[in-house]
C-alpha cells in the first residue's frame, strides 16, 4: 500500500485580530465602529447543545464561539462596593473606591465585520498568498492588504 505525504498547508490566519477596526452587525450598537482590544476563544472546543429530548456536550471549533472585545462599544455598567484589602505587611489597609464602572462586553465574532483601511468599507476578507510563502488577508473590494498597525 503506496504511503500518502502531507500536503504541506499554509497556517491559518485568525479573520479578525486585535487592533482591527470593525463596525458592528446587529444590536443596539449596529453600525457603529470601533477598534478590537482583544479576541476571546473558547479554549475548550466545547458547548452544550439544547435538543428536543435532554441535552449534551458537542465538540466545536474554538473559532466558532470567538468574540471580540471593541473599545467603546457593547458597554455594560458594573456597580461595585468599597472594599478593604489589607496585605501581610501593610499597617493601614487600602480602600478600593467604588461606584459604577462601564465596561465592554465581548460581542460574537460573527457580528462584527471588518473595515478595510483602505477603502473604508466593511468588507469579507480574502486570504492570498505571496511570493515568499506568507499567507495574508486581502480586502475582497479593493485588493489591497488588510494590515494591523501596532
Given at each position: ?51 428536543k ?87 475582497r ?10
Open positions: 500500500m503506496p504511503v500518502r505525504t502531507a500536503i504541506p498547508r499554509p497556517p491559518k490566519v485568525p479573520e479578525i485580530r486585535k487592533g482591527d477596526t470593525v463596525v458592528v452587525l446587529v444590536g443596539k450598537d449596529a453600525g457603529k465602529r470601533g477598534t478590537v482590544e482583544r479576541v476571546v476563544r473558547n479554549p475548550q472546543g466545547f458547548k452544550k447543545s439544547s435538543k429530548h435532554g441535552s449534551a456536550w458537542e465538540r466545536i471549533s474554538p473559532i466558532a464561539t470567538a468574540s471580540v472585545v471593541v473599545e467603546g462599544l457593547n458597554i455594560a455598567k458594573r456597580h461595585t462596593k468599597p472594599r478593604q484589602s489589607a496585605g501581610a505587611t501593610d499597617r493601614m489597609p487600602k480602600i478600593q473606591q467604588g461606584g459604577i464602572l462601564d465596561l465592554a462586553q465581548p460581542l460574537p465574532i460573527g457580528k462584527v465585520m471588518l473595515v478595510c483601511s483602505h477603502c473604508s468599507k466593511p468588507t469579507r476578507i480574502a486570504h492570498k498568498v505571496l511570493d515568499n510563502g506568507r499567507r495574508v488577508r486581502v480586502c473590494h479593493c485588493g489591497e492588504q488588510l494590515e494591523v498597525r501596532s
